[in-house]
């Protein structure tokens, strides 16, 4: 199955004390999560029809190595499978030596735009 990569440098804006999930300057695993759901969210927006979008509704990772501000990283997000219901994106993260720092799942719906938002209540 075909991998698409998505580079990163992780920042200061990035590290674990700067969002508030740790008070290490490494990178932040809400961060990671973020750029994985981007992955997957462009992976996705290529196999489906133009008048629709995804939403993200699953997220699976397990965030094994840390790195430092300054490290490259690569996320790989391979073609989404289509379990009836909504996609699945697996997701591979590898810093610069190509060890593995994450992987897990990204799982997305499918959704009609102005329908979902229609459906979305505003809070004022």
Partial sequence: MPMRKFQHTVTADDTSSRLGSGDLDVLATPRLITWCENAAFQVCKQTIDADHTTVG???????????????EITVLCAEPINDGRRLVCHVTVKDSEGEEIAKGEIHRAVVDPDRFMSKCQRVL
Wanted: glycine fraction near 14%.
């Fill in 57 to 71: 509704t699953t997220v699976k990772l397990e965030h094994v190595k840390g790195s430092a501000v300054g490290s």
